[in-house]
């Protein structure tokens, strides 16, 4: 199976600013990653998929880059809904793992 | 409108078998992979597996094989999640999810089930 290694596993910030979430496949999964934010008491949301390509109706500020074995999930201008955990999701072959998440927190 | 509506949450003792479901509507429900993930309280997010509902080809997760059943009943658009002996250690939300492909396995979960909570106690 497909080691996906997500970090950092918590991080603090402030609204405005620009944050960096990496995940790292243990093999190259060519562009097969996706990203999604849960809030608490809900499902996760797809935010982006074939590791850069933006979901429909997800804002801007969100990107992502990558390809192999390491990606990385950028919000570029934190906002106050953006304080949620965030996972990435191998899907290049199964078990189409995600990472651990990623707890974005206001400081 | 795509919606995947799960049924209610469970209360359970160990030992007792359950099946919940995940109701597909407003897309072509035999044409995409429906998967199942787990999420323990204050855990992450494990992909337990996969079905095609069109023919019912299944993959499970090593780490779930042999421990839960995948099934799905395409007359009435329904993937379902089965335990025949539930454990304490089953205590958790379970997501129903959709890929975002016709017919494809490779591909992410762009439309997600509101979630059944699983509990289960002596």
């Known amino acids: 199976a497909i080691r996906i290694t997500q970090s950092p596993s918590s991080l603090s910030a402030s609204t405005g600013d620009r944050v960096t979430i990496t995940c790292r496949a243990s093999?190259?999964?060519?562009?097969?990653l996706a990203w999604y934010q849960q809030k608490p008491g809900k499902a996760p949301k797809l935010l982006i998929y074939?590791?850069?390509t933006l979901q429909s109706g997800v804002p801007s500020r969100f990107s992502g880059s990558g390809s192999g074995t390491d990606f990385t999930l950028t919000i570029s201008c934190l906002q106050s809904e953006d304080f949620a955990t965030y996972y990435c999701q191998q899907y290049y072959s199964y078990p189409q793992d995600f990472g651990q998440g990623t707890r974005l927190e206001i400081k | 409108e795509v919606q995947l509506v799960q049924s209610g949450a469970e209360v359970k003792k160990p030992g007792e078998s359950l099946k919940i479901s995940c109701k597909g509507s407003?897309?072509?429900?035999?044409?995409?992979?429906i998967g199942w993930v787990r999420q323990m309280p204050g855990k992450g997010l494990e992909w337990m597996g996969i079905i095609y509902p069109g023919d019912s080809d299944t993959r499970y997760s090593p780490s779930f094989q042999g421990q839960v059943t995948i099934s799905a009943d395409k007359s009435i658009s329904t993937a379902y999640l089965q335990w025949s002996s539930l454990k304490a250690s089953d205590t958790a939300m379970y997501y129903c999810a959709r890929h975002s492909k016709m017919a494809t396995i490779e591909a992410d979960f762009d439309y997600w089930g509101q979630g059944t909570l699983v509990t289960v106690s002596s």
């Open positions: 407003g897309y072509s429900f035999t044409s995409y992979w």
């Open positions: 074939a590791a850069s």
């Open positions: 093999q190259g999964i060519s562009s097969y």
